[in-house]
């Protein structure tokens, strides 16, 4: 059976979808056919609605199958309304649309409400996806398959033209095993346009090594669908299966393929939830990769009290170049009450020193605009990321992701704008949240300038020179009212350009905003990285005569 996937992923990060590789590969397996269309403008043509419909039309597939985060469902269900008024007003039968995902996991009832979709997908469906397909194929009923919400007796009743449908008109199927992720065949990186994803993003390409994580973050969806899998299954956390991993020989064998196929590699990021979850798996995987020879350096998310000094030595020598850490907040109190993140300032401090002493680069991700989050403890996130000297740091506006805890959070402490909440498309650069006027205005200007506040305040603890250069930046920044931030904005990289030139001129370590415009990096990592070639330039480039009087003022004795 044909098999289309559709993955809405607009105006937002460009990525691979490890899921629907799976799914794909699993489904390839059996021996089905797949096909893909990602909708991202960063990698055109997006087809028209009118290329959509008859794409379905020509290829005639036997399921259409929908992956989509929060931020791109309501462009998930456009598309599925479009398809069933196209088929009904031009004659065609339109093949059951399934859809899965972060936001159906999280949310099933209400995306079933919907009315558009047959199936919903909860959790991790790679076996019940198969079932469902080989169900449909036999024309046997699929209404029954583990893992999904489906209409009873097999069928989308005539009311669910009329959203919202009533829960009485599906059957909610519990879920049946996790998939044996050692088991699991490659992925079908052919599915998506990897070559051109790969050079999009200079060189980084995605693996997963392991599945899981045993935190319980109230920003996270990991503790609900452990919770599900425990209720529904009836046994306990650690009888569940949930930490998976694939054996490093495996590993070996998917990373030469990749290696072969796709020669503009420069950087593996392995994209497992927590790398350094199981220790002797990270090592046996840093020993596999330095045995097999491979030179492309690689990247892993660990945890603060996740690495010791001898995983970090196996780590560093195996090839790990980039050792990332949630932080999330500056505050202890917002980490330990808002995010149920348990770790002190100090183990954060001591982790980024260890890693760093290995030579690891070590990047830490953090949240502004948390709730129940006061100004000074936004600030207090500054303040940890300059006494830590982290190599790199990585800065979200916070978002609320319904299902999770902290959407609940969200919505008791009434800062949740329902207005927002349905027109967003990233997860970095907005939110939903509401603090007023004022402290959204400061919490925008704190995420797009953060590589500043935080050089301004490590003056405050360690002998660091640029601080005097970017002080008067940030009080710059902090003085504009709301039109003035608008007018600024646009022009953050290009100010920053200039100062991060000027700083370099003079021997200053700095931070930069560096490869995306959320990331912030030590100037001794890029600089090193980049040969010295950029920031040479950097300051004898066209910008605009205001910036650079400002980006030289903040630089003068006299304003300092």
Not at 276 to 282: E, F, N, S
Not at 405 to 414: T, V
Not at 508 to 514: D, F, G, M, N
Not at 554 to 560: I, L, N, R, T
């Amino acid at each position: 059976m044909r098999v289309l996937f559709v993955y809405p992923n607009l105006y937002t990060q460009m990525g691979f979808n490890h899921g629907l590789a799976s799914l794909s590969a699993v489904l390839k397996r059996a021996g089905h056919e797949t096909r893909m269309l990602n909708l991202n403008e960063n990698l055109p043509p997006v087809p028209t609605d009118e290329e959509l419909v008859a794409l379905v039309k020509e290829w005639r597939p036997g399921v259409i199958g929908f992956s989509c985060l929060t931020m791109q469902y309501q462009e998930a269900l456009r598309i599925g309304r479009l398809l069933r008024a196209r088929a009904k007003r031009d004659g065609f039968a339109l093949p059951p649309l399934v859809v899965g995902g972060v936001h159906p996991t999280m949310v099933p009832e209400a995306v079933m409400s919907d009315g558009a979709w047959d199936h919903v997908g909860v959790g991790e469906c790679e076996d019940a996806l198969l079932q469902l397909v080989t169900r449909v194929e036999r024309g046997e009923s699929p209404s029954d398959v583990p893992n999904f919400v489906s209409w009873k007796g097999g069928q989308r009743p005539a009311e669910a033209e009329q959203a919202p449908v009533s829960e009485a008109a599906w059957m909610r199927n519990n879920v049946g095993e996790f998939p044996d992720f050692a088991e699991m065949p490659l992925p079908d990186y052919e599915l998506f346009d990897t070559g051109r994803i790969t050079q999009q993003k200079h060189g980084w390409f995605g693996l997963m090594t392991s599945r899981g994580c045993p935190y319980r973050c109230t920003y996270c969806l990991n503790h609900k669908i452990v919770d599900r899998y425990r209720d529904e299954l009836g046994r306990g956390t650690s009888q569940l299966g949930f930490f998976r991993f694939r054996p490093p020989e495996k590993m070996v064998e998917e990373i030469r393929f990749v290696l072969q196929r796709y020669p503009d590699i420069g950087t593996f990021i392995l994209d497992d939830d927590l790398f350094t979850l199981d220790a002797p798996h990270a090592i046996a995987f840093a020993r596999a990769y330095k045995a097999a020879g491979f030179t492309v350096p690689w990247v892993v998310n660990s945890h603060v009290n996740r690495l010791d000094p001898v995983l970090a030595c196996e780590l560093a020598a195996g090839g790990c170049k980039i050792l990332k850490l949630g932080i999330e907040s500056g505050s202890e109190r917002v980490r330990r009450d808002v995010l149920k993140r348990y770790m002190s300032d100090d183990d954060i401090l001591e982790t980024v020193r260890v890693g760093e002493a290995h030579g690891l680069h070590t990047s830490g991700f953090v949240m502004v605009g948390l709730p129940y989050e006061s100004h000074d403890e936004r600030l207090a996130t500054v303040d940890l990321l300059a006494r830590s000297l982290i190599g790199r740091f990585r800065t979200s506006i916070f978002f609320p992701f319904p299902g999770t805890e902290s959407h609940q959070l969200s919505i008791q402490g009434g800062f949740v704008d329902p207005k927002k909440a349905g027109t967003l498309t990233d997860f970095t650069e907005s939110s939903c949240l509401d603090f007023g006027a004022e402290e959204n205005l400061f919490i925008e200007k704190l995420a797009a300038c953060m590589p500043w506040f935080v050089n301004a305040r490590a003056g405050e603890h360690h002998d660091f020179p640029a601080a005097r250069r970017y002080r008067p930046l940030v009080e710059h920044v902090l003085a504009l009212d709301r039109a003035g931030w608008e007018a600024l904005k646009p022009r953050v990289r290009e100010l920053d350009r200039v100062t991060s030139a000027l700083a370099a001129r003079a021997g200053e370590l700095h931070y930069s905003v560096r490869y995306n415009t959320f990331m912030g990096v030590r100037s001794d990592f890029f600089l090193a990285e980049e040969s010295g070639i950029e920031w040479l330039t950097a300051a004898a480039k066209p910008v605009p005569e205001r910036l650079r009087e400002l980006a030289l003022a903040a630089a003068a004795d006299e304003v300092c």
